[in-house]
Protein backbone atom coordinates (compact mmCIF):
# COMPACT_ATOMS: atom_id res chain seq x y z
CA UNK A 1 0.00 0.00 0.00
CA UNK A 2 2.94 2.60 0.89
CA UNK A 3 4.48 1.65 -2.44
CA UNK A 4 1.00 2.08 -4.67
CA UNK A 5 1.17 4.96 -2.66
CA UNK A 6 4.21 7.15 -3.43
CA UNK A 7 3.48 6.11 -6.92
CA UNK A 8 0.22 7.28 -7.17
CA UNK A 9 1.58 10.35 -5.89
CA UNK A 10 4.82 10.56 -8.02
CA UNK A 11 2.34 10.26 -11.02
CA UNK A 12 0.15 13.05 -9.83
CA UNK A 13 2.75 15.40 -9.75
CA UNK A 14 4.26 14.23 -13.07
CA UNK A 15 0.56 14.78 -14.60
CA UNK A 16 0.05 17.68 -12.51
CA UNK A 17 3.16 18.84 -13.43
CA UNK A 18 3.87 17.69 -17.31
CA UNK A 19 0.57 17.64 -18.50
CA UNK A 20 1.31 17.41 -22.44
CA UNK A 21 -2.49 17.94 -23.12
CA UNK A 22 -3.21 20.28 -20.65
CA UNK A 23 -0.50 22.54 -22.12
CA UNK A 24 -1.83 21.65 -25.72
CA UNK A 25 -4.97 22.56 -24.64
CA UNK A 26 -4.48 25.69 -22.93
CA UNK A 27 -2.10 26.76 -26.31
CA UNK A 28 -4.79 25.90 -28.23
CA UNK A 29 -7.24 27.76 -26.09
CA UNK A 30 -5.11 31.22 -25.72
CA UNK A 31 -4.41 31.09 -29.70
CA UNK A 32 -8.07 30.54 -30.16
CA UNK A 33 -8.68 33.35 -27.66
CA UNK A 34 -6.93 36.24 -29.13
CA UNK A 35 -7.60 35.03 -32.70
CA UNK A 36 -11.34 35.82 -31.22
CA UNK A 37 -10.19 38.73 -29.74
CA UNK A 38 -8.60 39.47 -32.67
CA UNK A 39 -11.46 39.65 -34.67
CA UNK A 40 -14.46 41.12 -32.52
CA UNK A 41 -11.64 43.97 -31.77
CA UNK A 42 -11.67 44.28 -35.82
CA UNK A 43 -15.09 43.85 -36.19
CA UNK A 44 -15.74 46.35 -32.60
CA UNK A 45 -13.76 48.73 -34.22
CA UNK A 46 -15.12 48.39 -37.81
CA UNK A 47 -18.61 49.03 -36.39
CA UNK A 48 -17.65 52.07 -34.33
CA UNK A 49 -15.56 53.43 -37.18
CA UNK A 50 -18.88 52.82 -39.32
CA UNK A 51 -21.06 54.38 -36.59
CA UNK A 52 -18.89 57.24 -36.36
CA UNK A 53 -18.32 57.75 -40.00
CA UNK A 54 -21.89 57.54 -40.63
CA UNK A 55 -22.60 60.00 -37.81
CA UNK A 56 -20.14 62.22 -39.06
CA UNK A 57 -21.64 61.98 -42.52
CA UNK A 58 -24.98 62.74 -41.15
CA UNK A 59 -23.11 65.44 -39.16
CA UNK A 60 -21.07 66.73 -41.81
CA UNK A 61 -24.62 66.52 -44.49
CA UNK A 62 -26.42 68.79 -41.77
CA UNK A 63 -23.54 71.44 -41.30
CA UNK A 64 -22.11 71.72 -44.30
CA UNK A 65 -23.49 74.98 -44.39
CA UNK A 66 -21.89 75.71 -40.88
CA UNK A 67 -18.08 76.13 -40.82
CA UNK A 68 -17.13 75.90 -37.04
CA UNK A 69 -19.26 72.85 -36.78
CA UNK A 70 -16.75 71.36 -38.97
CA UNK A 71 -13.97 71.97 -36.82
CA UNK A 72 -15.53 70.37 -33.63
CA UNK A 73 -16.39 67.41 -35.69
CA UNK A 74 -12.77 66.96 -36.35
CA UNK A 75 -12.33 67.50 -33.00
CA UNK A 76 -14.96 65.09 -32.05
CA UNK A 77 -13.34 62.47 -34.40
CA UNK A 78 -9.77 62.40 -33.15
CA UNK A 79 -11.01 62.67 -29.56
CA UNK A 80 -12.95 59.23 -30.80
CA UNK A 81 -9.81 58.09 -32.66
CA UNK A 82 -8.12 58.24 -29.31
CA UNK A 83 -10.65 56.62 -27.27
CA UNK A 84 -10.35 54.00 -29.82
CA UNK A 85 -6.75 53.67 -28.96
CA UNK A 86 -7.10 53.81 -25.03
CA UNK A 87 -10.08 51.09 -25.58
CA UNK A 88 -7.81 48.61 -28.03
CA UNK A 89 -5.40 48.37 -25.04
CA UNK A 90 -7.30 48.52 -22.70
CA UNK A 91 -9.72 45.44 -23.38
CA UNK A 92 -6.63 42.83 -23.51
CA UNK A 93 -5.33 44.32 -20.23
CA UNK A 94 -9.20 43.35 -19.10
CA UNK A 95 -9.42 40.14 -20.43
CA UNK A 96 -5.99 39.05 -19.63
CA UNK A 97 -6.81 40.22 -15.58
CA UNK A 98 -10.28 38.09 -15.59
CA UNK A 99 -8.23 35.27 -17.20
CA UNK A 100 -6.17 35.21 -14.44
CA UNK A 101 -8.59 35.56 -11.63
CA UNK A 102 -10.32 33.00 -13.64
CA UNK A 103 -7.10 31.02 -13.42
CA UNK A 104 -6.49 31.78 -9.75
CA UNK A 105 -10.26 30.63 -8.61
CA UNK A 106 -9.75 27.26 -10.92
CA UNK A 107 -6.44 26.48 -8.94
CA UNK A 108 -7.45 26.90 -5.41
CA UNK A 109 -10.46 24.93 -6.68
CA UNK A 110 -8.23 22.07 -7.66
CA UNK A 111 -6.05 22.69 -4.65
CA UNK A 112 -8.92 21.84 -2.87
CA UNK A 113 -10.26 19.29 -4.62
CA UNK A 114 -6.71 17.45 -4.40
CA UNK A 115 -6.36 18.10 -0.29
CA UNK A 116 -9.58 16.37 -0.26
CA UNK A 117 -8.88 13.62 -2.02
CA UNK A 118 -5.76 13.24 -0.10
CA UNK A 119 -7.16 12.86 3.74
CA UNK A 120 -9.81 10.65 2.20
CA UNK A 121 -7.19 8.33 0.74
CA UNK A 122 -4.87 8.64 3.94
CA UNK A 123 -8.05 8.01 5.88
CA UNK A 124 -8.98 4.84 4.63
CA UNK A 125 -5.30 4.06 4.24
CA UNK A 126 -5.60 4.41 8.13
CA UNK A 127 -8.68 2.17 8.27
CA UNK A 128 -7.79 -0.40 6.40
CA UNK A 129 -4.28 -0.86 8.62
CA UNK A 130 -5.80 -0.80 11.41
CA UNK A 131 -8.67 -3.38 10.74
CA UNK A 132 -6.27 -5.42 9.31
CA UNK A 133 -3.88 -5.39 12.20
CA UNK A 134 -6.95 -5.99 14.37
CA UNK A 135 -7.86 -8.77 12.47
CA UNK A 136 -4.27 -10.17 12.57
CA UNK A 137 -4.28 -9.76 15.82
CA UNK A 138 -7.98 -11.65 16.71
CA UNK A 139 -6.61 -14.91 13.93
CA UNK A 140 -3.28 -14.95 16.61
CA UNK A 141 -5.21 -14.63 19.84
CA UNK A 142 -7.52 -17.74 18.23
CA UNK A 143 -4.85 -19.47 17.07
CA UNK A 144 -2.27 -19.42 20.09
CA UNK A 145 -5.98 -20.46 21.80
CA UNK A 146 -6.30 -23.50 19.78
CA UNK A 147 -2.48 -24.56 19.74
CA UNK A 148 -2.70 -24.39 23.71
CA UNK A 149 -5.57 -26.29 23.70
CA UNK A 150 -4.54 -28.98 21.18
CA UNK A 151 -1.29 -28.98 22.84
CA UNK A 152 -2.84 -29.72 26.42
CA UNK A 153 -5.11 -32.90 24.86
CA UNK A 154 -2.07 -34.10 22.91
CA UNK A 155 0.00 -34.43 25.95
CA UNK A 156 -2.65 -35.66 28.01
CA UNK A 157 -3.35 -38.37 25.09
CA UNK A 158 0.17 -39.20 24.84
CA UNK A 159 0.74 -39.65 28.25
CA UNK A 160 -1.92 -41.58 28.75
CA UNK A 161 -0.79 -43.76 25.33
CA UNK A 162 2.95 -43.82 26.91
CA UNK A 163 1.42 -45.14 30.27
CA UNK A 164 0.17 -47.79 29.30
CA UNK A 165 2.38 -49.04 26.53
CA UNK A 166 5.03 -49.02 29.52
CA UNK A 167 2.61 -50.99 31.68
CA UNK A 168 2.20 -52.96 29.10
CA UNK A 169 5.62 -53.58 27.75
CA UNK A 170 7.03 -54.02 31.46
CA UNK A 171 4.15 -56.82 32.13
CA UNK A 172 5.71 -58.45 28.91
CA UNK A 173 9.19 -58.21 30.09
CA UNK A 174 8.60 -59.57 33.20
CA UNK A 175 6.31 -62.53 32.04
CA UNK A 176 9.59 -63.32 29.16
CA UNK A 177 12.39 -62.78 32.50
CA UNK A 178 10.10 -65.21 34.50
CA UNK A 179 9.79 -67.32 31.75
CA UNK A 180 13.47 -67.43 30.36
CA UNK A 181 14.24 -67.71 34.50
CA UNK A 182 11.82 -70.65 35.03
CA UNK A 183 12.99 -72.22 31.82
CA UNK A 184 16.43 -71.65 32.97
CA UNK A 185 15.98 -73.02 36.81
CA UNK A 186 14.25 -76.50 35.03
CA UNK A 187 17.04 -77.03 32.60
CA UNK A 188 19.24 -76.65 35.26
CA UNK A 189 17.72 -79.21 37.88
CA UNK A 190 17.38 -81.48 35.04
CA UNK A 191 20.93 -81.36 34.27
CA UNK A 192 21.79 -81.50 38.22
CA UNK A 193 19.47 -84.57 38.42
CA UNK A 194 20.93 -86.07 35.78
CA UNK A 195 24.50 -85.87 36.69
CA UNK A 196 23.67 -86.73 40.20
CA UNK A 197 21.76 -90.17 38.77
CA UNK A 198 25.16 -90.63 37.19
CA UNK A 199 27.23 -90.19 39.96
CA UNK A 200 25.07 -92.60 41.97
CA UNK A 201 24.82 -94.94 39.54
CA UNK A 202 28.54 -94.77 39.53
CA UNK A 203 29.11 -95.19 43.11
CA UNK A 204 26.25 -97.86 43.41
CA UNK A 205 28.37 -99.74 40.58
CA UNK A 206 31.21 -99.59 42.57
CA UNK A 207 29.20 -100.70 45.80
CA UNK A 208 28.05 -103.22 44.01
CA UNK A 209 30.64 -104.81 42.18
CA UNK A 210 32.95 -104.82 46.16
CA UNK A 211 35.78 -106.16 44.44
CA UNK A 212 38.18 -103.63 45.60
CA UNK A 213 39.57 -102.66 48.54
CA UNK A 214 39.16 -99.39 50.78
CA UNK A 215 41.92 -97.65 49.39
CA UNK A 216 41.01 -98.41 45.88
CA UNK A 217 37.53 -98.15 46.09
CA UNK A 218 38.90 -94.35 48.21
CA UNK A 219 40.83 -93.64 45.14
CA UNK A 220 38.38 -94.19 42.59
CA UNK A 221 36.19 -91.95 44.13
CA UNK A 222 38.44 -89.05 44.26
CA UNK A 223 39.03 -89.63 40.49
CA UNK A 224 35.60 -90.12 39.21
CA UNK A 225 34.86 -88.05 36.53
CA UNK A 226 37.99 -85.62 36.64
CA UNK A 227 37.27 -84.10 33.03
CA UNK A 228 34.00 -82.63 34.20
CA UNK A 229 34.85 -79.24 34.95
CA UNK A 230 31.89 -77.02 36.08
CA UNK A 231 31.74 -75.92 39.35
CA UNK A 232 28.58 -76.67 40.17
CA UNK A 233 29.29 -81.02 39.51
CA UNK A 234 32.74 -79.97 41.52
CA UNK A 235 30.50 -79.18 44.47
CA UNK A 236 27.93 -81.71 44.14
CA UNK A 237 30.43 -84.14 43.50
CA UNK A 238 32.41 -83.25 46.30
CA UNK A 239 29.09 -83.72 48.72
CA UNK A 240 28.37 -86.90 47.55
CA UNK A 241 31.40 -87.61 48.24
CA UNK A 242 31.55 -86.49 51.55
CA UNK A 243 28.46 -87.91 52.76
CA UNK A 244 29.16 -91.44 51.17
CA UNK A 245 32.40 -91.94 52.59
CA UNK A 246 31.96 -91.69 55.88
CA UNK A 247 28.98 -94.13 56.30
CA UNK A 248 30.10 -96.81 53.52
CA UNK A 249 33.69 -96.88 55.79
CA UNK A 250 32.00 -97.43 58.78
CA UNK A 251 29.00 -100.23 56.79
CA UNK A 252 31.72 -101.91 55.54
CA UNK A 253 34.02 -102.16 58.46
CA UNK A 254 30.89 -103.77 60.55
CA UNK A 255 30.27 -105.78 57.55
CA UNK A 256 33.81 -107.07 57.08
CA UNK A 257 34.09 -107.63 60.91
CA UNK A 258 30.27 -109.73 60.61
CA UNK A 259 31.63 -111.01 57.62
CA UNK A 260 34.67 -112.53 59.47
CA UNK A 261 32.63 -113.74 62.43
CA UNK A 262 29.87 -115.71 60.54
CA UNK A 263 31.27 -118.47 58.48
CA UNK A 264 27.79 -119.85 56.60
CA UNK A 265 27.72 -118.38 53.04
CA UNK A 266 23.77 -117.47 53.23
CA UNK A 267 24.31 -115.38 56.25
CA UNK A 268 26.56 -113.32 54.70
CA UNK A 269 24.92 -113.15 51.85
CA UNK A 270 21.69 -111.62 53.64
CA UNK A 271 23.69 -109.09 55.50
CA UNK A 272 25.21 -108.53 52.13
CA UNK A 273 21.76 -107.09 50.47
CA UNK A 274 20.58 -105.85 53.75
CA UNK A 275 23.49 -103.37 53.41
CA UNK A 276 22.96 -102.75 50.02
CA UNK A 277 19.45 -101.84 50.76
CA UNK A 278 21.01 -99.88 53.50
CA UNK A 279 23.22 -97.97 51.24
CA UNK A 280 20.42 -97.57 48.78
CA UNK A 281 18.53 -95.98 51.34
CA UNK A 282 21.16 -93.22 52.31
CA UNK A 283 21.70 -92.58 49.04
CA UNK A 284 17.76 -91.57 48.43
CA UNK A 285 18.49 -89.36 51.52
CA UNK A 286 21.25 -87.76 50.28
CA UNK A 287 19.50 -87.25 46.69
CA UNK A 288 16.94 -85.30 48.94
CA UNK A 289 19.90 -83.25 50.40
CA UNK A 290 20.94 -82.79 47.14
CA UNK A 291 17.90 -81.37 45.41
CA UNK A 292 17.65 -79.03 48.83
CA UNK A 293 21.49 -77.51 47.67
CA UNK A 294 20.55 -77.16 44.31
CA UNK A 295 17.16 -75.67 45.19
CA UNK A 296 19.05 -72.75 47.31
CA UNK A 297 21.72 -72.62 44.06
CA UNK A 298 18.78 -71.29 42.33
CA UNK A 299 17.31 -68.96 44.77
CA UNK A 300 21.27 -67.97 44.57
CA UNK A 301 21.01 -67.55 40.83
CA UNK A 302 17.76 -65.61 40.81
CA UNK A 303 19.13 -63.36 43.16
CA UNK A 304 22.19 -62.97 41.11
CA UNK A 305 20.08 -62.56 37.80
CA UNK A 306 17.92 -59.90 40.06
CA UNK A 307 21.18 -57.91 40.38
CA UNK A 308 22.01 -57.94 37.26
CA UNK A 309 18.54 -56.53 36.00
CA UNK A 310 19.49 -53.77 38.29
CA UNK A 311 22.31 -52.52 36.73
CA UNK A 312 20.26 -53.15 33.53
CA UNK A 313 17.88 -50.46 34.98
CA UNK A 314 21.25 -47.85 35.87
CA UNK A 315 22.39 -48.61 32.36
CA UNK A 316 18.66 -47.09 30.70
CA UNK A 317 18.85 -44.70 33.28
CA UNK A 318 22.38 -43.38 32.29
CA UNK A 319 21.37 -43.78 28.17
CA UNK A 320 18.00 -41.60 28.82
CA UNK A 321 20.17 -39.00 30.92
CA UNK A 322 21.90 -38.80 27.82
CA UNK A 323 19.21 -38.51 25.74
CA UNK A 324 17.41 -35.80 27.65
CA UNK A 325 21.09 -33.60 27.15
CA UNK A 326 20.81 -34.82 23.56
CA UNK A 327 17.25 -33.05 23.57
CA UNK A 328 18.13 -29.97 26.02
CA UNK A 329 20.51 -29.14 23.30
CA UNK A 330 18.49 -28.78 20.54
CA UNK A 331 15.94 -26.94 22.56
CA UNK A 332 18.43 -24.57 23.01
CA UNK A 333 19.11 -24.83 19.26
CA UNK A 334 15.62 -24.19 18.79
CA UNK A 335 15.47 -21.20 20.77
CA UNK A 336 18.14 -19.68 19.09
CA UNK A 337 16.64 -19.90 16.03
CA UNK A 338 13.72 -18.27 17.31
CA UNK A 339 15.93 -15.45 18.73
CA UNK A 340 17.16 -15.10 15.20
CA UNK A 341 13.70 -15.11 13.63
CA UNK A 342 12.36 -11.99 16.30
CA UNK A 343 15.81 -10.01 15.41
CA UNK A 344 14.69 -10.64 11.86
CA UNK A 345 11.24 -9.46 12.66
CA UNK A 346 11.81 -6.72 14.28
CA UNK A 347 14.49 -5.60 11.42
CA UNK A 348 11.07 -6.25 9.31
CA UNK A 349 9.46 -3.45 11.73
CA UNK A 350 12.40 -0.74 11.10
CA UNK A 351 12.52 -1.07 7.69
CA UNK A 352 8.55 -0.55 7.52
CA UNK A 353 9.05 2.60 9.68
CA UNK A 354 11.75 3.54 7.63
CA UNK A 355 8.89 3.22 4.26
CA UNK A 356 6.35 5.55 6.25
CA UNK A 357 8.88 8.46 6.67
CA UNK A 358 9.88 8.27 3.19
CA UNK A 359 6.90 8.56 2.36
CA UNK A 360 6.08 11.08 5.09
CA UNK A 361 8.67 13.04 3.28
CA UNK A 362 7.75 12.42 -0.29
CA UNK A 363 4.45 14.09 1.16
CA UNK A 364 6.40 17.57 1.82
CA UNK A 365 8.52 17.22 -1.33
CA UNK A 366 4.70 17.28 -2.35
CA UNK A 367 3.52 19.84 -0.41
CA UNK A 368 6.70 21.99 -1.37
CA UNK A 369 6.45 21.58 -4.79
CA UNK A 370 2.12 22.04 -4.91
CA UNK A 371 3.51 25.74 -2.87
CA UNK A 372 6.07 26.45 -5.25
CA UNK A 373 3.62 25.95 -8.04
CA UNK A 374 1.48 28.44 -6.60
CA UNK A 375 3.95 31.11 -5.92
CA UNK A 376 4.95 30.72 -9.68
CA UNK A 377 1.28 31.30 -10.72
CA UNK A 378 1.51 34.15 -8.67
CA UNK A 379 4.82 35.57 -9.94
CA UNK A 380 2.92 34.98 -13.48
CA UNK A 381 -0.36 36.76 -12.15
CA UNK A 382 1.98 39.63 -11.08
CA UNK A 383 3.36 39.90 -14.46
CA UNK A 384 0.52 41.05 -15.97
CA UNK A 385 -0.37 44.70 -16.47
CA UNK A 386 -2.62 46.46 -14.25
CA UNK A 387 -6.18 47.41 -16.28
CA UNK A 388 -6.16 51.42 -17.30
CA UNK A 389 -8.45 54.02 -16.04
CA UNK A 390 -10.94 53.75 -18.85
CA UNK A 391 -12.69 57.37 -20.24
CA UNK A 392 -16.09 58.10 -20.13
CA UNK A 393 -16.52 58.00 -23.47
CA UNK A 394 -19.56 57.21 -25.65
CA UNK A 395 -18.93 53.77 -26.82
CA UNK A 396 -21.16 50.79 -25.38
CA UNK A 397 -19.23 48.49 -22.97
CA UNK A 398 -21.80 45.85 -22.51
CA UNK A 399 -20.42 43.63 -26.08
CA UNK A 400 -17.13 43.35 -24.90
CA UNK A 401 -17.64 42.07 -21.42
CA UNK A 402 -20.17 39.80 -23.15
CA UNK A 403 -17.44 38.63 -25.22
CA UNK A 404 -14.93 38.48 -22.38
CA UNK A 405 -17.34 36.43 -20.20
CA UNK A 406 -18.40 33.77 -22.91
CA UNK A 407 -14.51 33.18 -23.36
CA UNK A 408 -13.71 32.86 -20.02
CA UNK A 409 -16.68 31.21 -19.47
CA UNK A 410 -16.01 28.43 -22.52
CA UNK A 411 -12.51 27.90 -21.14
CA UNK A 412 -13.80 27.27 -17.57
CA UNK A 413 -15.81 24.90 -18.59
CA UNK A 414 -12.61 23.04 -20.27
CA UNK A 415 -10.41 23.42 -17.56
CA UNK A 416 -13.24 22.11 -15.53
CA UNK A 417 -13.85 19.10 -18.03
CA UNK A 418 -10.24 18.00 -17.90
CA UNK A 419 -10.19 18.56 -13.96
CA UNK A 420 -12.74 15.43 -14.26
CA UNK A 421 -11.35 13.67 -16.00
CA UNK A 422 -7.88 13.51 -13.98
CA UNK A 423 -9.70 13.20 -11.08
CA UNK A 424 -11.82 10.14 -12.76
CA UNK A 425 -8.56 8.94 -13.83
CA UNK A 426 -6.63 9.23 -10.18
CA UNK A 427 -9.65 7.90 -8.48
CA UNK A 428 -9.45 4.92 -10.85
CA UNK A 429 -6.02 4.46 -10.34
CA UNK A 430 -6.36 4.54 -6.73
CA UNK A 431 -8.94 2.57 -6.30
CA UNK A 432 -7.25 -0.23 -8.56
CA UNK A 433 -4.15 -0.01 -6.46
CA UNK A 434 -5.63 -0.21 -3.53
CA UNK A 435 -7.36 -3.56 -4.64
CA UNK A 436 -4.06 -4.57 -5.25
CA UNK A 437 -2.22 -3.45 -2.60
CA UNK A 438 -4.94 -5.30 -0.34
CA UNK A 439 -4.71 -8.32 -2.63
CA UNK A 440 -1.23 -8.91 -2.26
CA UNK A 441 -1.23 -8.38 1.81
CA UNK A 442 -4.01 -11.11 1.96
CA UNK A 443 -1.64 -13.06 -0.16
CA UNK A 444 1.03 -12.20 2.19
CA UNK A 445 -0.96 -12.29 5.58
CA UNK A 446 -1.80 -16.14 4.33
CA UNK A 447 1.53 -16.86 3.00
CA UNK A 448 2.70 -15.68 6.48
CA UNK A 449 -0.04 -17.63 8.57
CA UNK A 450 0.99 -20.75 6.84
CA UNK A 451 4.43 -20.45 7.36
CA UNK A 452 4.28 -19.62 11.16
CA UNK A 453 2.01 -22.60 11.48
CA UNK A 454 4.10 -24.94 9.86
CA UNK A 455 6.82 -23.66 12.21
CA UNK A 456 4.79 -24.20 15.08
CA UNK A 457 3.49 -27.39 14.34
CA UNK A 458 7.20 -28.44 13.42
CA UNK A 459 8.90 -27.36 17.16
CA UNK A 460 5.55 -28.42 18.79
CA UNK A 461 5.88 -31.81 17.89
CA UNK A 462 9.76 -31.82 18.22
CA UNK A 463 8.58 -30.37 21.95
CA UNK A 464 6.50 -33.29 22.16
CA UNK A 465 8.59 -36.23 21.56
CA UNK A 466 11.37 -34.78 23.75
CA UNK A 467 8.84 -34.79 26.71
CA UNK A 468 7.71 -38.37 25.31
CA UNK A 469 10.83 -39.26 24.98
CA UNK A 470 12.40 -38.14 28.27
CA UNK A 471 8.82 -39.40 29.87
CA UNK A 472 10.56 -43.05 28.85
CA UNK A 473 12.78 -42.62 32.36
CA UNK A 474 12.31 -44.62 35.34
CA UNK A 475 12.00 -41.81 37.72
CA UNK A 476 9.33 -40.52 39.94
CA UNK A 477 5.45 -39.06 39.56
CA UNK A 478 6.97 -35.53 40.89
CA UNK A 479 10.41 -35.70 38.56
CA UNK A 480 8.30 -36.67 35.66
CA UNK A 481 5.61 -33.85 36.57
CA UNK A 482 8.64 -31.02 36.91
CA UNK A 483 9.83 -32.01 33.91
CA UNK A 484 7.44 -31.80 31.75
CA UNK A 485 6.02 -28.24 33.37
CA UNK A 486 9.52 -26.96 32.66
CA UNK A 487 9.44 -27.99 28.92
CA UNK A 488 6.31 -26.67 28.19
CA UNK A 489 7.39 -23.72 30.11
CA UNK A 490 10.09 -23.38 27.73
CA UNK A 491 7.73 -24.17 24.82
CA UNK A 492 5.51 -21.12 25.76
CA UNK A 493 8.26 -19.02 26.28
CA UNK A 494 9.69 -19.84 22.55
CA UNK A 495 6.42 -19.45 21.03
CA UNK A 496 5.95 -15.85 22.42
CA UNK A 497 6.45 -13.78 19.23
CA UNK A 498 6.05 -10.14 19.22
CA UNK A 499 3.13 -9.25 16.97
Not at 126 to 136: A, E, G, P, T, V
Not at 177 to 193: A, V
Not at 340 to 353: S, Y
Request: proline share 1%; charged share 35%.
Amino acid sequence: VDAALTQAHARWLQELTDLKEYKVNLQIEKEKWEKEHEETAAKQLALVLSAAEEKWKKEYENTEKSGPRIKELEEKVTSLKKELELKKEEIPAAIKAELAKARAQWNKEKQEEILQIREQNERDYRSFLDDHRNRIKEVLATAKEDLAKQKNDLSIQKDAEIKKLLDQKQREWEAQETKRLQDEINRYEEKTLVELEYLLSEIHEELVKGTHSKHSWKDKCFDAHVQLNHQCKDKLKACLQKAYRTTLYTILEKEEQEWKQQVSFPCSKTLYCSAMLRATDISKIKLKEVRYCCCTITVAGQKRTKRNLGSREDFCCERCCQELEKREAVCQDLQRELEIARKHLQLAVKEHEAKSEQIQENEKVLEALIAENAEMKTKLKDLGTPPRSVSNGGVSKPCTSCDSVKGLEEMRAQYIKAVSKIKCDMLCYIRESKERAAEMIKAEVSRERQSTARKMRKYYLTCLQQLLTDSGKHEGAEKKIMNAASKLAAMAKGLETPL
